[in-house]
């Protein structure tokens, strides 16, 4: 019985206060449970914001590069449309038409 007692007294557990550590878990398992499962939704939704927040910074990087895309397009048109240009491509396409010399006019009010 005296060579038990010397076993139980060099055990971890007897050290770490075996029953009162025992008695401690058993009577707040439920806010042990709570605070793990806690951990674990803060640790998933940790990770999901930061795939969100990897989707959006590339979403804003593509926004960037359609908008300059768009505005590159934009002054394309622009230059195309001017007069000048106009006139030149009836030119160059071999159309026989000519500048109006008369503004236009409505013919119904």
Not at 35 to 58: D, H, M, T
Not at 83 to 95: A, D, R
């Amino acid at each position: 019985m005296n060579r038990m007692n010397k076993k139980k007294r060099n055990s971890l557990m007897y050290y770490l206060g075996a029953s009162v550590l025992k008695d401690f878990v058993v009577k707040h398992t439920k806010m042990i449970m709570l605070i793990v499962i806690l951990l674990f939704l803060y640790i998933s939704n940790r990770y999901a914001c930061g795939i969100k927040r990897n989707e959006i910074s590339f979403l804003q990087e593509e926004l960037r590069m359609v908008k300059f895309e768009a505005q590159a397009i934009s002054a394309r048109l622009t230059g195309y449309t001017r007069p000048s240009q106009v006139e030149e491509l009836v030119k160059q396409q071999g159309l026989d038409l000519k500048k109006a010399k008369t503004p236009p006019y409505k013919l119904r009010k």
